[in-house]
Nanobody
């Protein structure tokens, strides 16, 4: 059974930082494209950042230069370092694992940035 568990969300003031982590089990982590998505109230779920097994990262334009995604294949974890947070970054952040066997989601963690 695939499980993705996010942690690290919370409330932070604008300009602050948070680090999200996602632990994965039940999947072949090394072969998975890992990603972070976010969904604000009333909006669709959008890609924030993605890191394939090769390590070549992709970012949404809105977070380039502020967010950094990384993965630890030994620990089956993917992290998202978020700096210079803005109120518009407020959303539920979801971890995703994309593999030939399917696409899997965590339950999400709330990030709230106050102005």
């Amino acid at each position: 059974q695939v499980q993705l568990v996010e942690s690290g969300g919370g409330l932070v003031q604008a300009g602050g930082s948070l680090r999200l982590s996602c632990g994965a089990s039940g999947i072949i982590f090394r072969g998975s494209v890992m990603g972070w998505y976010r969904q604000a109230p009333g909006k669709q779920r959008d890609l924030v950042a993605r890191i394939p097994p090769s390590g070549n990262t992709n970012y949404a334009d809105s977070v380039k230069g502020r967010f950094t995604i990384s993965r630890d294949n030994a620990k089956n974890t993917v992290s998202l370092q978020m700096n210079s947070l803005k109120p518009e970054d407020t959303a539920v952040y979801y971890c995703n694992a994309a593999h030939v066997m399917g696409s899997y989601w965590g339950r999400g963690t709330q990030v709230t940035v106050s102005s």
